[in-house]
């Protein structure tokens, strides 16, 4: 069964501190992941995206990258601001179809 | 930059009532999407279209209907509203190699 899934389920950090989510899947064939950022009552926005043949990918104070062997990714959030308040979600694309697989997404807080 | 609109962010409807989720894109992509959010179950997919008048079913389509009359507006339809129709519903669109997803602000439905 294809399944996404993420750690931690929530997050408090300090301001300015870094952090990183974690995202493991096992959706198969692998065609790419996805790293969205969702403010509360909004819709998710795409920090990145990243094929089988990469393994980072940066976005400003966001960087993903990928291990398609262990089938895992890791958001790292550089010098974290009051912004970055969100839920982070992973998404994660079949080959050949357009079946996106969400992961339940991690809650991440920034306190000043 | 891809434009998807959902017309309310939100709305209170009474059970048994007929509910319209209207969404609008604004870049001629033919495929068309709309999932539903839950806490702790992620997004998942009602239904999809990949061109006008067509339309597939995704994982969870029960209690609902879609219309797809021309390919800018992508319509969700709860045919008899229920409390358990209570949810945050996102539309998306799609577009390019690999694939990329836009997704609208949301509509936040109660159903009391």
């Known amino acids: 069964k294809n399944q996404v899934e993420q750690s931690p389920q929530s997050l408090i950090i300090l301001e300015g501190k870094n952090c990183t989510l974690q995202?493991?899947?096992?959706?198969?064939?692998?065609?790419?992941l996805r790293w969205y950022k969702q403010d509360t009552g909004r819709g998710p926005v795409s920090l990145t995206i990243?094929?089988?043949?990469?393994n980072t990918k940066s976005n400003g104070r966001y960087t993903a990258t990928l291990d398609a062997d262990t089938k895992q990714s890791s958001l790292h959030i550089t010098a974290s601001q009051l912004s970055d308040s969100a839920s982070y979600i992973c998404?994660?694309?079949?080959?050949?179809?357009?079946?996106?697989?969400f992961g339940t997404g991690t809650r991440l807080t920034v306190i000043p | 930059d891809v434009k998807v609109t959902q017309s309310s962010r939100y709305l209170v409807k009474r059970t048994g009532e007929k509910v319209f989720l209207e969404c609008v894109q604004d870049?001629?992509?033919?495929?068309m999407f709309w999932y539903r959010q839950d806490p702790g179950l992620g997004l998942r997919l009602i239904y999809f279209?990949?061109?006008?008048?067509?339309?597939e079913k995704g994982d969870i389509p029960e209690g609902y209907s879609v219309s797809r009359e021309k390919k800018e507006r992508f319509s969700l339809i709860l045919e008899s509203a229920s409390t358990n129709q209570t949810s945050m519903y996102l539309c998306?669109?799609?577009?390019?190699?690999?694939?990329?997803?836009?997704f609208g602000s949301g509509t936040r439905l109660t159903v009391v």
């Open positions: 998306a669109s799609s577009w390019g190699e690999p694939i990329r997803y836009t």
């Open positions: 995202c493991n899947y096992t959706v198969s064939p692998f065609s790419n």
């Open positions: 990243m094929t089988f043949s990469e």
């Open positions: 998404v994660v694309t079949e080959t050949g179809a357009n079946n996106l697989f």
């Open positions: 870049m001629d992509h033919e495929n």
């Open positions: 279209s990949y061109d006008v008048k067509m339309k």
